[in-house]
């Protein structure tokens, strides 16, 4: 029998429902998701008119998060319209982050043979998810300039035949733009997976010494990450409803 690291880069197969495959990231993500909508039905019905510690903590923090939002957008209606989609994103991928170190996430699971499949994978470790994040993100980006603008106008920015730079800065942006799904997923995915990688190398060579610093290290980066995802989005949105190149003229 081998023994050794293994490293599987796509999400394992559990079973399949009606023909649709159910891997292990997916289940994950099912157990993420309950947990959010457990924690805001528990946190709603606990909310007091004279707010303890917690309490307070949490609202100053959406509280400084939205000021922050109303002021790059320069407009409270438009921070009201973006901020709980935001915030979503952000916790979404934050508690995705924090929990591959939670116990039995990667380390309970069932035989396949004579291979080990986990039960739950980080749902943020299989880029599948984190593709799905950054479409979301990409399509509430050119929707809205869309909606903003209209079309025509919109397209201004990508597609400009006013003069020879302003085309070529057009083509610059459309290939940015279309480089964000791209950028979006695999910044998210390389990270976390990587991070994972690492604490797994580290507890096979040295268990008792290198595991815990990295595992500290690792949930500080799934921090960074999420508010990296979240406020990219925010930025790119702003972006969108900016006038397009040349409007003024």
């Known amino acids: 029998m081998n023994s050794g690291i293994h490293v599987i880069l796509k999400a394992e197969q559990l079973g399949s429902f009606f023909g649709l495959p159910i891997t292990n990231s997916l289940l994950m993500t099912w157990v993420l998701m309950a947990l959010l909508i457990a924690g ?3 946190f709603r019905r606990r909310l007091a008119l004279r707010p303890g510690k917690l309490q307070a903590g949490v609202e100053w923090v959406f509280e400084r998060s939205f000021a922050y939002t109303a002021d790059l957008f320069e407009s409270e209606e438009l921070a009201r319209r973006f901020f709980p989609l935001l915030a979503t ?15 039995g996430v990667g380390s309970i699971g069932l035989m396949q043979g004579t291979v080990f499949v986990p039960l739950l994978r980080t749902p943020t470790t299989d880029l599948n998810v984190t593709l799905a994040l950054a479409i979301i ?7 809205t300039g869309i909606l903003t603008f209209g079309v025509l106008k919109y397209g201004k920015k990508f597609i400009n035949f006013a003069s020879p730079l302003g085309f070529v800065v057009g083509l610059i942006e459309l290939v940015s733009n279309l480089g964000r799904l791209v950028s979006f997923s695999f910044r998210l995915f ?3 997976f990587a991070g994972e990688i690492l604490v797994l190398v580290a507890g096979y060579f040295l268990p008792y010494i290198l595991p815990a610093p990295l595992m500290g290290f690792e949930m500080f980066i799934g921090i960074i990450q999420a508010l990296v995802f979240a406020m990219l989005t925010l930025f790119f949105i702003k972006l969108a409803i900016m006038e397009p190149h040349g409007a003024h003229a």
């Open 40 to 42: 805001a039905y528990f």
């Open 89 to 103: 994103i952000f916790l979404f991928v934050l508690i995705a982050n924090e929990l591959e170190f939670f116990p």
């Open 137 to 143: 993100s990409f399509l509430t980006i050119e929707v």
């Open 190 to 192: 390389g990270n976390i």
